[in-house]
């Protein structure tokens, strides 16, 4: 039998429409094993978010699971949980960024941050597609990661980006046509 | 287009694996924030009290500096037309006559006249 954290994680979005009360009373403990069931995966996303800068990502990770943890940031149900939890990730990333460069401007240090490189291991099996990522446009990065890597449909990554469904599927078009050539 | 997708899937399930095996435990992220989280809102909550106990002394010392200024202008203030009050001979009425000394004494030196 599926835990109620379990049963979050998986339902459908037309489910958790329906269950939307019950999921909105899930309690700390329920809140908890959910986001640690989907750890994982939003590590990964945060890293996506965050230029794959391993500190930044955690950063914004440890920010999402306070939000979430302290109750300012509440699941309604309006969509599944993972898609969410990403959502509200991604927000949290973008926001962290836009802070970090206002600190940078004001501390004048402009040409580190357009030198600035992301850190980790450049020489992995899969450096080849980092580096063809990270060439890539935000979006089609975005959704090229939320189908690919954590196995969405079109339309909850246009739910997690906050687009509508043609633009991130034109997005995905020209993501993968990019990818394909950049790794050809 | 299929070989693309599953091309494309199965670098993207490599990068998975390796960023899974670099992810840090759900534990450390969890708990990380919290203590700074507890920290910062007691500093944030010792700020607001600063300030608001600033805002306080500010208004109140404006305040009581308002009142002086209100109570010295209505002190000095006199009417436009104060000066018809002044009706000539008002110096008899302002002083208590005294006995042995003539009233005229009281009079200014310009009313005096041409002896």
């Given at each position: 039998?599926?835990?109620v954290?379990a049963?979050?994680i998986?339902?459908p ?10 999921a909105v009373?899930l309690?700390?403990?329920g ?14 996303w945060a ?10 990502a955690?950063?914004v990770?440890?920010l999402v ?15 599944s ?9 991604r927000?949290?990333?973008a ?9 940078r ?6 040409p580190?941050i357009l030198?600035?490189?992301p850190?980790?291991?450049q020489?992995?099996?899969?450096a080849?597609l980092k580096e063809a990522l990270?060439?890539l446009?935000a979006?089609?990065?975005e ?11 079109i ?12 633009s ?6 020209r ?10 | ?9 199965a670098?993207?399930?490599n ?9 840090p435990?759900?534990?450390r992220?969890a ?5 700074s ?8 909550i010792?700020?607001?009290a600063l ?20 109570a010295?202008e209505l002190?000095?203030?006199s009417?436009?037309?104060?000066f018809?009050?002044e009706?000539?001979?008002h110096q008899f ?9 003539p009233l005229?004494?009281a009079l200014?030196?310009?009313?005096d006249?041409p002896?």
């Amino acid at each position: 039998m599926l835990s109620v954290a379990a049963q979050i994680i998986e339902a459908p979005p037309n489910v958790m429409e329906r269950s939307a009360a019950a999921a909105v009373a899930l309690d700390e403990a329920g809140l908890r094993n959910a986001l640690k069931a989907l750890h994982l995966e939003s590590y990964g996303w945060a890293l996506s978010c965050c230029r794959r800068r391993a500190d930044e990502a955690e950063n914004v990770l440890q920010l999402v699971y306070l939000k979430l943890l302290s109750g300012k940031a509440v699941f309604e149900g309006k969509s599944s949980f993972k898609t969410w939890l990403f959502a509200v990730i991604r927000k949290t990333a973008a926001h962290e960024h836009r802070l970090e460069l206002l600190r940078r401007l004001r501390l004048s240090r402009i040409p580190k941050i357009l030198d600035a490189k992301p850190r980790g291991e450049q020489s992995g099996v899969e450096a080849r597609l980092k580096e063809a990522l990270e060439k890539l446009p935000a979006r089609q990065r975005e959704v090229l990661q939320l189908v690919f890597y954590h196995d969405l449909s079109i339309v909850e990554a246009a739910k997690v980006m906050g687009v509508g469904i043609g633009s991130a599927r034109t997005h995905y078009e020209r993501g993968k046509k990019q990818m394909r050539r950049r790794l050809a | 287009m299929m070989n693309d997708d599953s091309e494309l899937r199965a670098r993207f399930a490599n990068l998975r694996e390796e960023d899974r095996s670099a992810a840090p435990p759900f534990g450390r992220t969890a708990a990380a924030k919290a203590a700074s989280s507890r920290r910062a809102s007691f500093v944030r909550i010792a700020l607001a009290a600063l300030a608001v106990l600033a805002i306080a002394v500010i208004s109140v010392l404006r305040t009581h500096r308002a009142t002086d200024t209100a109570a010295g202008e209505l002190a000095a203030w006199s009417s436009p037309t104060a000066f018809l009050l002044e009706t000539p001979g008002h110096q008899f009425l302002d002083q208590t006559p005294r006995l042995g000394e003539p009233l005229m004494h009281a009079l200014p030196a310009a009313q005096d006249g041409p002896q």
